[in-house]
T-cell receptor, first 115, second 111 residues
């Protein structure tokens, strides 16, 4: 059974803290993504990676950074958490290929609250 | 204009009826189209993908694509209460790695 696993289901952090969200996939997928999901706004892409040590900005990268040191692991970093980063964060992965016409597998999500 | 637009709903249908979910997209060169289902508190899961004009059927689900009109839809026949969820339309724009998601349509199937 294919799996994308996020390190935490729920997190509560204080304003200004550095926050790490971890994601691991066991499908040997090339591409990995971080989205945030807010009511009425759908899934918005923060960053994605199509190879180890490669990263590309998505639509809303401000306030975030990412790290991909190994193919199976993609980390999202909030350098200094702010209340407007309270959201559901979803990690996803897809197979390799520039066309991107493959199914996205999602992790279970991390609900982050910044107080 | 949003890249992928959906009616947020909620759409309410009685059990056994046909539910029709609609989506429009802005990138005319898009090639890949997907419908994901997301239950409350859960992650999205793929239910249909479609790449060419016309209809694609899988069990009770039918995806319809009209590239000229930049329109993709999902029909759910014999709707069941277990179909109650948010349905996300997703599009891969021209030459892109990334998938653009709509905001989703909430569907309620009343028993």
């Amino acid at each position: 059974d294919v799996k994308v696993t996020q390190s935490s289901r729920y997190l509560v952090k204080r304003t200004g803290e550095k926050v790490f969200l971890e994601c691991v996939q066991d499908m040997d997928h090339e591409n990995m993504f971080w989205y945030r999901q807010d009511p009425g706004l759908g899934l918005r892409l923060i960053y994605f990676s199509y190879d180890v040590k490669m990263k590309e900005k998505g639509d809303i990268p401000e306030g975030y950074s990412v790290s991909r040191e190994k193919k199976e692991r993609f980390s999202l970093i909030l350098e200094s958490a702010s209340t407007n980063q309270t959201s559901m964060y979803l990690c996803a992965s897809t197979e390799g290929g520039a066309t991107g016409d493959t199914e996205a597998f999602f992790g279970q999500g991390t609900r982050l609250t910044v107080v | 204009q949003k890249e992928v637009e959906q009616n947020s709903g909620p759409l309410s249908v009685p059990e056994g009826a046909i539910a029709s979910l609609n989506c429009t997209y802005s990138d005319r060169g898009s090639q890949s189209f997907f419908w994901y289902r997301q239950y409350s508190g859960k992650s999205p899961e793929l239910i249909m993908s479609i790449y060419s004009n016309g209809d694609k059927e899988d069990g009770r689900f039918t995806a319809q694509l009209n590239k000229a009109s930049q329109y993709v839809s999902l029909l759910i026949r014999d709707s069941q209460p277990s179909d109650s969820a948010t349905y996300l339309c997703a599009v891969n724009p021209t030459g892109g790695f990334k998938t653009i998601f709509g905001a989703g349509t909430r569907l309620f199937v009343k028993a």
